[in-house]
């Protein structure tokens, strides 16, 4: 059963623009904070933004705060994130995720299947 679809990955140049959606089911939106990671080809999963159950606090990675905005949009329980002025190393397979609690860290109950974002210089 799919409960996180991502959408919105792409081919961008560098100092373009993409958002990135995560459609969730009802009962995960509802319940649980949402968060992005990404891993680009050959390094680790990295934290990227997360953002509490009711939208109230945010958190953001030093690589993308002031760049990337975490939202939610609870008419269409979805979590958006929107990337402005993306460089080459932003490129990467972002993955969004459910869990208690907004985390820097993978602890989350529940993951997506992921979208590609390659952005060319």
């Known amino acids: 059963q799919v409960q996180l679809v991502e959408s919105g990955g792409g081919l961008v140049q560098a100092g373009g623009s993409l958002t990135l959606s995560c459609e969730a089911s009802?009962?995960?939106?509802?319940?649980?904070?949402m968060g992005w990671f990404r891993r680009a080809p050959g390094k680790e999963r990295e934290f990227v933004a997360a953002?509490?159950?009711?939208?109230?606090?945010?958190l953001y990675a030093d690589s993308v705060r002031g760049r990337f905005t975490i939202s939610r949009d609870s008419a269409r329980n979805t979590v958006n994130l929107q990337m402005n002025s993306l460089k080459p190393e932003d490129t990467a397979v972002y993955y969004c995720?459910?869990?208690?609690?907004?985390?820097?860290?993978?602890?989350?109950?529940?993951w997506g299947q992921g979208t590609q974002v390659t952005v060319s210089s």
């Open positions: 995720a459910a869990g208690f609690n907004p985390s820097r860290t993978p602890d989350y109950d529940y």
């Open positions: 953002i509490s159950r009711t939208g109230g606090s945010t």
């Open positions: 009802a009962r995960i939106f509802r319940n649980y904070a």
